[in-house]
T-cell receptor, first 113, second 114 residues
Framework: EAGVTQSPTHLIKTRGQQATLRCSPI?????VYWYQQALGLGLQFLLWYDEGEERNRGNFPPRFSGRQFPNYSSELNVNALELEDSALYLCASSAGHPQDEQFFGPGTRLTVL | AQTVTQSQPEMSVQEAETVTLSCTYDTSESDYYLFWYKQPPSRQMILVIR??????QNATENRFSVNFQKAAKSFSLKISDSQLGDAAMYFCAYRSKSQGNLIFGKGTKLSVKP
């Protein structure tokens, strides 16, 4: 069974540009979570999608947005990139219940120059 | 708001010895889930062990066990018979029953000496 996949592996952008990160969950999983892992800040929750709807949002500005497609894959968009957006962005998926394990992808390393 | 605190940024253990990683959390909820995740260098995050707050019995998974003290809001991870492959960042995480997302501590970097 394939795990959570993310693309691209690495992404280099300049300040002010837009970045799009993609995530494919494990087959059968309906929930997708996005986390930001910035150096020194640990993992911070960004967004949670379930059944195509945004269920919860972390303490991030509106330029961080996303969506979930009918096949449950997800996209994270970051507009007007800032230097401090440089981080590893992790996607996780689960079957949708709070007790279900979240399985993590390998992440996308975003570098903003 | 819930918070998770890991007070040990780095820990070191000798191979085959036992090490305990600390985690405290703050919440007003009575029922929730607690997790320990492992993130090896340049590798994916994987779940080590999970504890449900309403269960008094401490969770155990092979060499990994937890000491869950609900009143003290403490959730430590004990690794017995440490192996070189245990070297990684370890994250403690909290999950509300009503919210799907995890709230992480800042992590503890564990080194294992041969």
């Amino acid at each position: 069974e394939a795990g959570v996949t993310q693309s691209p592996t690495h992404l280099i952008k300049t300040r002010g540009q837009q970045a799009t990160l993609r995530c494919s969950p494990i087959s059968g999983h309906t929930s997708v979570y996005w986390y930001q892992q910035a150096l020194g800040l640990g993992l911070q929750f960004l967004l949670w999608y379930d059944e195509g709807e945004e269920r919860n949002r972390g303490n991030f500005p509106p330029r961080f947005s996303g969506r979930q497609f009918p096949n449950y894959s997800s996209e994270l968009n970051v507009n007007a990139l800032e230097l401090e957006d440089s981080a590893l962005y992790l996607c996780a998926s689960s079957a949708g219940h709070p007790q279900d394990e979240q399985f993590f992808g390998p992440g996308t390393r975003l570098t903003v120059l | 708001a819930q918070t998770v605190t890991q007070s040990q940024p780095e820990m070191s253990v000798q191979e085959a010895e036992t090490v305990t990683l600390s985690c405290t959390y703050d919440t007003s909820e009575s029922d929730y889930y607690l997790f320990w995740y492992k993130q090896p260098p340049s590798r994916q995050m994987i779940l080590v062990i999970r504890q449900e707050a309403y269960k008094q019995q401490n969770a155990t998974e092979n060499r990994f066990s937890v000491n869950f003290q609900k009143a003290a809001k403490s959730f430590s991870l004990k690794i017995s018979d440490s192996q070189l492959g245990d070297a990684a960042m370890y994250f403690c995480a909290y999950r509300s029953k009503s919210q799907g997302n995890l709230i992480f501590g800042k992590g503890t970097k564990l080194s294992v000496k041969p």
